[in-house]
C-alpha cells in the first residue's frame, strides 16, 4: 500500500459505482494524489457534489480511508486500486472500471481474464447440470470462471469450477456481508482456491440497485460472457446487456422453447449470441489468443474419463439421464437390476463423480 | 391435359428427379412439343442417353405417358405440368423443378407457398408437442404445411395442422405406394384435405434415394423451412442445406443442448438459421408480403382459449409440462387433488384438447 492507493481508496470511497462526476476529477488532475492536494477552486466547473469537495479538501476523505484501509488489513483483504499493477488489466479497459477491488483470496486469480457464466437464481436440473458441467470444463483447462455467487446458475458454475480449478465471485455488498446467506460456506471454499472481489466498501448491505452495478465488473472480467438460463427481462439480460457495451462475446446456452428459463437465452441468441453447448463452443467464441490457448487443450485426457468406469456402470450410466432426475424404481425397470445392486453401482458412480443422488433416491447423470 | 402435358410427362418419366440432361433438352428446344416432333440429330452435342433419344423419337416415350396418364386418371388424381398454370409457381423457381408432379387431393393446396416442418422420425415428447403447435398455429391462419409424411416429426406437422388448416405432404415414392405403412391413414386424410404429391411415377417404391430428391419439392414448395429435432448429420440436416441452396428461409427449434436430437436444430442456429419458438418467429422469418400478411393475424382469437376453461381447469393446467408426460400420482401430490377428482378434470381438458393422455395413466399438456 502506498499514497497512492490511498488516494485511489479515499476517491472511491466518494463516488464508487459508475461516476462521471468521479471520472470528471480523475481527469482534470495530473494524478491521484494530485486531486487530494486541491483546494477548493480545483474544482470549479467540474460539477462534483460539494460535500465530496469538503471532504476532499477537509483531508476527512483521506482520514476515512486510513480507517477503511485498518479494517481491510484487518480482515487480511487485499485492495486493487486502479493505479495498482495488480489491478485486472482486463477490467481497467471497460467504461467505467471501479477505482478499486476488495479481493478475499488469492488476487493471483484475477492476472488472466476469466469467462463468466451466469444465470436463473432457481434454475432446472436441466440449467443446473449444464453451467456445472460448462465452468468444470473450462476452470480444468486453466480457464478462471466468473460469476456473482447468487443462488441458482451462479453456485453451480463457481461450484464446477472448483472441482477442477479456479474461480472468482463478485459481490454486489461488502466482502464481510456474506449474501446470499446459503452460499457463505461455498464463499469461503471460493476465497480459499480463488478470489471473491467487491467493489462496495465492507458492511455494504446487499442493496437491489447494486447488482446492476456489480454485474458491470461480471462481465469487465470477463472476455465473454455465458447465459445458462434466464427468464424473459432477467437480471441475466442485463449483465448480457453490459457485456455487449464492454465488447464482450455474449453467449448462450439454448434450451426448449416450451421451458420458461430457456427464454431468456434463446432471445439472446435469436439477437445474435453465439449458441454454446460445450466448453469448445465456449472457446470458439473467445478472442485471440485466448481461443488458440484454449483449444489447443482439446485432447487432454477427461479426468473421469469412461475408461476409469466399469462396463456395468457405463450400461447404467446409459440410461440416466443428465437433465432429470430418475427414481430408482424407475431405473429399476429400466435396467431389469435389483434395487440393491442398482444402489451399489449407483454409489460407486456417485464417488467417480459421474452420478448426482437427489432427495427420494433419484439420480441424475452429471453429464 | 392438353397435348402439351403428354409431352412433360413423357420427358419428366424418362428422366424424372433432378436431371441436367432433361435441362438441356428443354433448354435447347423451342417448345416442349417440338422435342416430340424431334429427330435423331436433333439431339446431338447434347450427351443424352442414347435410349432416351431413341424412346423420343420411335414416339415410345409419348406411348409410356398415354399409358400412365390412363393409370393417373383411374386413379383420380391430378398432373400438373411444369407448362401448366396450375403448376406451383413458387417450385417453378428453384433450380431443377421436377416436369411433374402428381397431385392426390386439392391441387389448390400448392396453389401458394407453404412453410415446411421436418425433423427426426423418432422425436422427443417435446420435439413432438412443438411441432404440432407450430404446424397447428401456422395452419390455422392460412398458412399451407408441407412436411414428408415420414413418422415422427413429419406426421406430427400434418396432424397439428389438418387440425386447424391445411397440409400437403410430399412422397419419395409413386402416389398409389404408401409409404409409410402407419401413415396410411394420415395419407387419405392429408388428401381428402389438402394435397398428397410426388414426382415420382405410379408405382416407384421407397427408395433410399428417393428421399433427399424428394426433400427438394418440400423445400421447393416452402417460403422457409422449420426444422424440429434431428440428429447431427441426419437427413433433415440435408433438407436445410436444400432449403438454404434454394434461398429459403431456414429456421429451427432451440432445444436443450443434453438432448441429442436438438444438436441438429443448435447446430443451424449457430450457423445462421433463425431460432423460432411459436408461429410469430415462423411469420418474422418470411418474405414480404406472407410475412405480414401472417402477422396480420396475430391477434385473432385463439380456438381454444384460456378463457374457456374453468378455475380449476386452468389451475390443473398451470401444472402439467408440456415436453413430458406425468403420472397421476405424482400430480395428485402436486395439487393435492384426489385421483377420481384430477381424473374429471382432466377429462375435461382432454375433450377440450387441452390435454393428451399417455398409457399408464400420464398425463401431458399440450402447449
Redesign the interface.
Known amino acids: 500500500m502506498d499514497d497512492r492507493d490511498l488516494c485511489w481508496l479515499a476517491l472511491h470511497l466518494l463516488f464508487y459505482g459508475p461516476s462521471a462526476a468521479a471520472r470528471r476529477i480523475v481527469g482534470r488532475f495530473s494524478s491521484i494524489t494530485a486531486v487530494f492536494r486541491a483546494v477548493r477552486a480545483d474544482f470549479e466547473g467540474l460539477r462534483v457534489d460539494g460535500a465530496a469537495v469538503e471532504a476532499i479538501v477537509t483531508g476527512r476523505a483521506m482520514d476515512r480511508a486510513r480507517g477503511e484501509l485498518e479494517k481491510i488489513e484487518k480482515k487480511a483483504y487485499t485492495l486493487l486500486t486502479f493505479g495498482n499493477p495488480g489491478y485486472p488489466g482486463y477490467l481497467r479497459e471497460i467504461f467505467d472500471p471501479p477505482f478499486v477491488l476488495y479481493c478475499e483470496g488469492d488476487p493471483e486469480a484475477l492476472r488472466n481474464p476469466a469467462v463468466a457464466v451466469v444465470g436463473a437464481r432457481r434454475p432446472t436440473p ?1 440449467g443446473r ?2 453451467a456445472e458441467k460448462l465452468a468444470g470444463d473450462l476452470a480444468g483447462r486453466g480457464c478462471v470462471v466468473a460469476s456473482g455467487l447468487a443462488a441458482g446458475i451462479d453456485a453451480c458454475a463457481h461450484r464446477g469450477a472448483l472441482k477442477k480449478g479456479r474461480t472468482v465471485a463478485v459481490l454486489g455488498s461488502g466482502l464481510d456481508v456474506p449474501y446470499p446467506w446459503e452460499n457463505r460456506g461455498l464463499h469461503r471454499e471460493i476465497a480459499a482456491r480463488g478470489a471473491v472481489v467487491s467493489e462496495f466498501p465492507l458492511g455494504t448491505p446487499p442493496l437491489a440497485e447494486n447488482f446492476p452495478v456489480r454485474n458491470r465488473i461480471i462481465s469487465g472480467l470477463a472476455l465473454g460472457l455465458v447465459v445458462v438460463e434466464a427468464a424473459r427481462k432477467s437480471g441475466s439480460l442485463i449483465t448480457a446487456k453490459l457485456a455487449l457495451s464492454q465488447d464482450r462475446e455474449v453467449m448462450a ?7 420458461e428459463l ?2 431468456g437465452p ?1 432471445g439472446l ?2 439477437d445474435g449470441a ?5 466448453w469448445e ?1 465456449v472457446a470458439e467464441g473467445l478472442p485471440s489468443p485466448w481461443r488458440e490457448n484454449l483449444l489447443a487443450r482439446r485432447d487432454e485426457k477427461e479426468e473421469n474419463s469412461a475408461a476409469s468406469l466399469s462396463r456395468d456402470e457405463r450400461r447404467l450410466l446409459d440410461e440416466l ?3 432429470a432426475a430418475l427414481p430408482i424404481d424407475e431405473l429399476a425397470e429400466r435396467t431389469g437390476l435389483s434395487v440393491s445392486s442398482l444402489l451399489a453401482l449407483l454409489l460407486g458412480l456417485e464417488l467417480k463423480g459421474a452420478v448426482v443422488q437427489h432427495p427420494g433416491k433419484e439420480f441424475q447423470r452429471r ?1
Open positions: 436441466y447440470a449444464v446456452v439454448p434450451g426448449n422453447v416450451t421451458s430457456s427464454a434463446n441468441i435469436r453465439r449458441p454454446v453447448a460445450s463452443d439421464p443428465v437433465d453429464m
